[in-house]
């Protein structure tokens, strides 16, 4: 670890004027930070520490969440359980509790991927750590990579499960910097590889996340979280859908599914949502189209083929649950 | 006779759960430096040069050393050491992970980033050797647990004369011990006295190899490990950290602490290499084996053979005319394997067990009377009466407390819900590794009574089991006792390895407190023992002994044993599977503590669901390297995924074995679990699966094998 500066930030005045300078970067919770500097993926001079802004309320209002960037993962989740299940499963079924008591959802939002090739504990190929040194992912070992969306020079995964869950329910990041406030969809924070995969989201250097907005509606009771993974705890999602649905007597009149550990960003089911639209819920034939329409475009790497099996299979069974919670629609 | 008291807690525990407990790591030395090492970035090659000089620049570090400027170390062998190769000296890399230097500064954060900063250069850099890309041979002696082959009677005879034949192959794959504490080594010297604190299960085999090295009588160097974080059998032997930290302290001229990274313990201290084996089993009509064949090959390093035993527990588990067992190597790059909780059978009964299962398929027949049927009345292969063999007991108990009985045969017949249920059942068995130990035991006019042993507490709760022997023997109440232990200054015992500690370093207590006993009792007078030494106007009287256990048991086949059946609920959607319940009976000799005995095969069982479920370390073949070297991309269970689990025992004293009764316990429980999960999965879905762990992957396919193994008329 190479050592760097330490300061605390007093308002966000401060801390914005620290992050104009490219060599400092922020740190929250700190359970990704410290990773990062410990494995040399991250080397900054300087750490500014924002866990003293005012950026951590839980608000629960009739329009929608206000989510701060600094709430915690453990009190976030027991206040959003009732309305917005699918955002309290998918709280809950990550980390550990110690981690969800530290880790911040601002910092949920910019994990990295957990690509063992990104994550080594010396410089391996790897674009994302250094580009131009090329992706030994890609011809290596692809069991836990990407099935949409990658490229030749990346094929990592992004692994938050918040952040599914939160581009399910068409949640937006509120992000400022010196240019001022803007607001993006989370659906379009996060960038796909292309032919550079070291800049992963829209945030720029010199801008903080602030807070996350989720609109209510008749959807947000009527959902479901479904990790799909080995072990029953504890570990990153192989794959993971975020299912939020309004229905009218069982038949479906607004769906959302976006798929997590699937690609670089939570990867909308655009296709589905609309095929579903009209379908019963007990009419398992059609879902299990309306489910495949989105899946011509999966471009399955040489080990993950059954992903592109699992995640339709997964996908049925989060509608199905989904479906089974609040009867009855707007 | 010793008799068991129901479970004394261990005297430890409080010490432990507070962080009173020293490890190696947390010994305070005066002056200490830290080292870090540089591992080897390339899997097969040469150092071309070595860039220091950053490093030496960097703040706080205080030298860098090199192959050019270690001292040469002189080698004992293996074992006690873990490989043959010794660190940093000379310019060939053997594989990726091997140390190429190593930095000392005057903080830990310090010596690590000096370690960042030192640039390696290769050449000659190869592809590296894969496992399957090169040729099977026969390992020369060394690093084997048994004989690599045998044969008895004429297999080819006995499958052509069975009806019902099963062949397949297995493979389980490379796998790391990953102990919560990392190995870690303190080292000083005084003048030509080294000390050394060290994470290790053999405390003298640490002291025979470093007085190797330096060419030291053995009396100058002393190990201390009272306290061990885990081992599972990568601190059993000796490795190059160890050798690296004492000779830096002895160039350096101040005691030098060296604690591995948890990347570092992926290539530092050997690993399970990965195994594939084939079995063919051969019955006639009514199930009796005519034929069993166990094949097995695994890679080693390409500068040591070991050699896995898988095929052990093959040689004595069934009655069959013919056996023959063998196990072959293939040198490939990577570091030398070593034992891991549960070696050689915990291997090999994943491959037979399963057999034996697919064979009850074929034979329509109940798993548990097929392994009746194949009881076997003496050792099959050596013709020797077992020392007990209590096998159709545990079969018979644990299946009426699992309740086996109401099984349906037939695969995909149970379901609840969206979940598909299946039972499964295999016999299990260890070898029984019996070492030479000594203790002493000494009782004060205070009232106290003090058992010294050099043997390092594992976590299994040895000083509990020789505080019991101690109290029981000389009738004294269990806490006036206090054992003292972990340091090679007391007497010497064995490793912490094999499940050997409570027969070897037990009997040698019981030995010792007898023969206190006896010259107590020759005192004069009467009343309790202390009273008695303060009559005779002594304050403390003693007692050493030691026991060798070629004492006993000479042609005899000793092993312990055990049944372990298992429910899954397999999602067959998803491919998921979990394991809600476990009932699991075994007889290994004379249970001393009830209560550490069980928790040694509920984390035995764990284990063993972690072996069938989720561990699997890939060695990358590009890179040559193993891919992930953290707890992230290495699974090992949590509790979330260990259902209820069942333990009991059979009371089966074996005096043979000891005069304690006792026998190994400790690795058993791991054994036998992955076959009957496998086992289960295949009884919920209809899909055999051959290749651990049992993954996602291989049970998503819709489409079940049916049960058709060949059958001949």
């Not at chain 1, 951590?56 to 917005?84: K, N, Q, T």
């Not at chain 2, 009426?400 to 037939?410: T, V």
């Not at chain 2, 207590?509 to 107590?520: I, N, P, S, W, Y």
């Not at chain 2, 992230?632 to 333990?647: F, R, S």
Request: glycine letters at 10%; a negative charge.
């Amino acid at each position: 670890m190479k050592a760097f500066a330490y300061a605390k930030a007093p308002d966000l005045a401060a801390a914005l004027a620290a992050i104009e300078d490219p060599g400092t970067s922020v740190i929250a919770g700190g359970t990704e930070m410290v990773n990062w500097l410990k494995e040399g993926i991250a080397t900054p001079e300087r750490l500014v520490d924002i866990n003293g802004l005012p950026l951590d309320g839980i608000d629960a209002r009739p329009e929608g969440l206000r989510l701060g960037a600094l709430a915690r993962m453990s009190d976030a989740a027991p206040v959003v359980a009732a309305e917005y299940p699918v955002l309290a499963e998918s709280l809950l079924c990550a980390a550990s509790p110690q981690l969800r008591n530290m880790a911040s959802l601002g910092g949920n939002l910019l994990q990295r991927t957990r690509c063992p090739y990104f994550r080594a504990e010396v410089l391996l190929p790897c674009n994302k750590r250094a580009p131009g040194s090329g992706c030994a992912a890609r011809h290596g070992e692809t069991r836990t990579q990407a099935i949409f969306g990658w490229s030749d020079a990346c094929v990592a995964t992004h692994p938050s499960d918040f952040a599914v869950a939160l581009a399910a329910l068409d949640a937006t990041v509120i992000i400022v910097g010196p240019r001022g406030e803007r607001t993006v969809p989370v659906t379009g924070f996060y960038r796909l590889p292309g032919d550079d995969p070291t800049v992963e989201t829209v945030l720029a250097p010199d801008e903080l996340v602030t807070a996350i907005d989720v609109p209510a509606g008749p959807h947000t009771r009527a959902s479901h979280y479904l990790k799909v993974r080995e072990r029953a705890s504890y570990e990153f999602a192989m794959v993971a859908v975020a299912a939020a649905l309004a229905h009218d007597g069982g038949v479906v009149t607004d769906a959302r599914l976006a798929l997590g550990g699937v690609a670089a960003r939570p990867w909308r089911l655009d296709r589905t949502e609309a095929a579903l639209r009209g379908v019963s819920l007990d009419d398992t034939e059609a879902l299990r189209a309306a489910v495949a329409a989105s899946f011509a475009e999966a471009r399955p790497l040489a080990g993950n083929a059954f992903k592109v099996k699992l995640a339709q299979r997964a996908t049925l069974r989060a509608l199905t649950t989904a479906g089974s919670r609040g009867m009855v629609a707007s | 006779m010793i008799a068991a008291i129901g479970g004394l807690r261990r005297p430890d525990g409080a010490a432990k759960l507070t962080g009173a407990a020293d490890y190696a790591a947390d010994t305070p030395v005066d002056g200490v430096t830290h080292a870090a090492l540089v591992p080897a970035t390339v899997a097969t090659g040469r150092i071309a040069h070595i860039d220091t000089a950053a490093a030496v620049r960097a703040p706080g570090v205080l030298a860098v050393l090199t192959h050019t400027d270690m001292p040469r170390l002189k080698t004992i062998g293996s074992p006690p050491l873990g490989q043959s190769v010794l660190p940093l000296q000379d310019d060939t890399v053997r594989y990726e992970g091997q140390p190429v230097a190593m930095v000392l500064a005057e903080t830990f954060e310090q010596a690590r980033r000096g370690a960042e900063l030192v640039r390696a250069t290769y050449a000659d850099v190869a592809v590296p050797r894969a496992f399957g890309d090169g040729e099977s041979v026969t390992p020369r002696p060394g690093l084997i647990s048994g004989n690599p082959a045998g044969r008895v009677g004429d297999v080819e005879a006995g499958l052509a004369a069975a009806t019902t034949v099963v062949t397949a192959t297995y493979t389980t794959p490379n796998r790391h011990h990953s102990p919560m504490e990392p190995s870690a080594t303190v080292a000083s010297w005084h003048g030509d006295q080294l000390t050394v604190h060290e994470s290790t299960q053999w405390v003298f085999g640490t002291q025979m190899a470093l007085a190797a090295a330096f060419d030291l009588p053995a009396d100058h160097v002393r190990v201390v490990c009272p306290f061990i974080g885990g081992g599972f059998g990568c601190k059993g032997f000796v490795w190059p950290h160890t050798l690296l930290a004492a000779a830096a302290a002895r160039v350096t001229g101040r005691p030098v602490k060296l604690v591995l990274t948890r990347a570092q313990m992926f290539t530092s201290c050997g690993h399970q290499p990965a195994t594939t084996q084939t079995l063919t089993l051969g019955t006639d009509d009514d199930g009796r084996l005519t034929a069993v064949r166990h094949h097995s090959v695994n890679p080693t390093s390409t500068f040591d053979d070991y050699a896995e035993n898988a095929t052990g527990g093959t040689r004595w588990m069934y009655a069959s005319p013919a056996i023959d067992v063998a196990v072959l190597v293939e040198h490939t790059s990577r570091q030398t394997p070593t034992p891991m909780r549960a070696p050689a059978e915990g291997l090999g009964m994943f491959a037979l067990e399963s057999a034996m299962d697919e064979l009850a398929y074929a034979l329509r027949m109940d798993p548990v009377e097929l392994r009746l049927r194949n009881e076997p009345a003496v050792d099959p292969m050596t013709g020797q009466p077992f020392s007990s063999r209590p096998l159709p007991d545990c079969l018979r108990a644990a299946a009426q407390r699992f309740g086996w009985s109401g099984r349906p045969a037939e695969p995909r017949s149970m379901r609840d819900g969206d979940e598909l249920v299946g039972w499964g059942m295999a016999s299990v068995t260890m070898d029984t590794f019996r070492l030479p130990s000594s203790a002493r035991v000494r009782l004060q006019a205070d009232g106290r009574t003090i058992v010294e042993a050099g043997t390092q507490e594992i976590g299994t709760g040895l000083p509990g089991v020789l505080t019991t022997i101690a109290a029981q023997t000389l009738g004294v109440d269990p806490g006036s006792v206090e054992v003292h232990h972990g340091d090679t200054d007391l007497p010497e015992t064995s490793g912490t390895f094999g499940s050997s500690a409570t027969m070897g370093v037990g009997s040698a207590v019981a030995a010792a407190a007898t023969e206190l006993r006896d010259k107590l009792d020759a005192l004069a007078g009467t009343g309790a023992y202390p009273r008695r030494l303060a009559d005779a106007g002594l304050d403390s009287l003693d007692a050493e002994a030691r026991w060798d256990p070629a004492e006993r048991g000479e042609g005899r086949s000793i092993h312990t044993y055990g049944a372990i059946f298992v429910e899954v609920r397999v999602d067959p959607d998803l491919g998921l599977v979990r394991m809600p319940r476990c009932t699991a009976t075994y007889a290994a000799g004379r249970i001393i503590n009830p209560l550490t005995a069980r928790s040694q095969m509920i984390g035995g069982i764990a284990w063993g669901y972690g072996q069938a479920m989720l561990e699997e370390s890939i060695l990358e073949p590009q890179l040559g390297r193993f891919l992930s070297k953290n707890m992230a991309g290495y699974l090992v269970p949590v509790c979330a995924d260990i259902g209820d689990i069942d333990v009991s025992f059979i009371e089966d004293p074996d005096t043979d074995a000891s005069p304690l009764g006792a026998k190994g316990i400790g690795e058993l429980g791991a054994v036998g679990v992955s076959a009957a999960i496998a086992n289960a999965v295949f009884h919920a879905t209809g899909i055999r699966v051959r290749d651990l762990p049992i993954s996602i992957e291989r049970l998503l396919n819709p489409v079940w094998d049916a049960p058709t193994p060949t059958t001949r008329p």
